[in-house]
């Protein structure tokens, strides 16, 4: 342990081991320790006795759910993107060879009480019955917009410029409802809440690009893609890839505390009376609770059900995102299915998740829109955590946290984040123009 390292990574969870990574790629020397004796962090992946020991204590699960191996429950729950930046991280760092995908089945959206397929372009909005007919000709011409926008082809722009236009004033000039506009906005786009309407419409636009792209990619129905046996794969398939480049990982380390010079700085970590020291310590909010504030709460509901979620059209997997302003709340909530058809639960049975950032304290009264839009469940489980960002000034002290995981049940806000440290780390941009097609062998096999 007395070596000196360039980065100190603490806790396993994704954040950190995508960071662990794409640092070793880069020819950083890395030492990566987490306190737990498994992988994952607050990202873990838990069989069937696992989640029952977390959530019930003692008690054992029912025989009728079949084998607790066959089962693994994401604690954090996310799909992919299947062009969106973290498929592009991964490969970037060559880590999908360790790893299987599959496309998810379905993209769906709340509206008025059901749930609907999201419509991603011009001929699927011609045929949703979220619209009526002259509205579907208004969001036809509005994905045709947005299917044609090139930002290095001024033609396309029609006279706007997306970085001075807002998203409410580009939507204004095709005339579309406010029904319209909130699946765009929070189930194509994916903005958490409304206050995206007045910013640039840029980020808007390239999100909704995304969606359409990554949806014809595997010609399934949802842009989406998640590894065979759930997210719990991938800590360790970073894992290997950081050793291949020479780093080395510890787990079960008790303590890891980062150890500090006279100025503050960072300069090594210790664990059972040995110091490691380093230039730069990575880790996750709990290593270093006197470094972060909390910004509020996520609420979930932990779901085993034997059948899909009902108007999915049977979806194996699937998404579901409740706009906040069918429900009359200040952010979305969002509704996470998969099956044993992704090898996350026995045959048969179906692992649904409803998460939203809590806005009271009674999580069983405030998930029951999403829970009641899940027919009966064989068990459930009530959860809240935490939320913490960093409050340190990383210049000052070499220390970099990672946000915690937010409500939603795609990776876009995370990777950014990771993303954000990697330049604070580094002080370079990650090049990311890859070969998409890599990972589309990958999720046919």
Request: with cysteine.
């Amino acid at each position: 342990m007395d070596e000196e390292y360039d980065v100190i990574v603490l806790g396993t969870g994704l954040k950190e081991c995508i960071l662990s990574g794409l640092l070793s790629v880069d020819g950083l020397k890395v030492l990566h320790m987490d306190r737990n004796d498994y992988y994952g962090g607050e990202s873990t992946s838990l069989n069937l006795t696992q989640l029952w020991k977390r959530f019930r204590g003692d008690d054992k699960p029912p025989e009728e759910l079949g084998s607790s191996r066959e089962y693994n429950v994401d604690m954090i729950p996310k799909f992919m993107m299947a062009n969106g930046i973290f498929v592009r991280v991964l490969i970037h760092t060559d880590v999908t060879k360790y790893l299987n995908f599959k496309a998810v089945d379905g993209s769906f959206v709340y509206n008025k009480g059901k749930i609907y397929k999201v419509p991603a372009s011009d001929v699927e909005a011609l045929k949703s019955p979220l619209m009526g007919l002259f509205e579907k000709r208004r969001a036809r011409k509005f994905f045709i917009y947005v299917q044609d926008y090139d930002e290095n082809d001024p033609k396309s722009h029609e006279g706007l410029d997306l970085n001075q236009v807002t998203a409410r004033q580009l939507i204004s000039k095709y005339g579309l409802e406010d029904d319209t506009i909130d699946f765009i906005g929070h189930a194509l786009a994916l903005h958490l809440h409304d206050g995206y309407l007045d910013e640039p419409a840029k980020d808007f636009v390239e999100r909704i690009k995304l969606y359409a792209e990554s949806l014809a990619r595997f010609q399934g129905g949802s842009p989406y893609i998640y590894p065979l046996y759930g997210l719990g794969e991938l800590p360790q398939a970073f894992a290997r890839l950081s050793a291949v480049y020479g780093g080395t990982y510890m787990l079960n380390k008790p303590e890891c505390k980062v150890e500090f010079d006279g100025d503050g700085r960072a300069i090594g970590v210790t664990s059972e009376g040995e110091t490691a020291k380093c230039k730069k310590v990575v880790c996750d909010p709990s290593y270093l609770p006197d470094k972060v504030r909390n910004i509020g709460k996520v609420a979930r509901a932990i779901c085993i059900m034997s059948h899909p979620i009902p108007d999915t059209n049977d979806s194996h997997s699937a998404q579901v995102i409740l706009p906040q302003k069918q429900l009359g709340r200040k952010s979305d909530m969002y509704l996470f299915c998969c099956s044993y058809s992704h090898n996350v639960a026995a045959k048969g049975k179906y692992i649904a998740f409803v998460t939203t950032e809590a806005e009271t304290d009674q999580p069983e009264v405030e998930l029951k829109p999403g829970i009641d839009l899940l027919g009966p469940v064989d068990e459930i489980f009530y959860d809240t955590y935490d939320r913490f960002v960093p409050s340190n000034d990383h210049e000052v002290d070499g220390c970099f946290i990672s946000g915690s995981y937010d409500a939603t049940t795609h990776f876009e806000t995370s990777v950014k984040d990771v993303l954000e440290m990697y330049s604070k780390i580094t002080g370079k941009t990650l090049d990311l123009s890859v070969d998409l097609s890599a990972a589309s062998a990958a999720a046919e096999e």
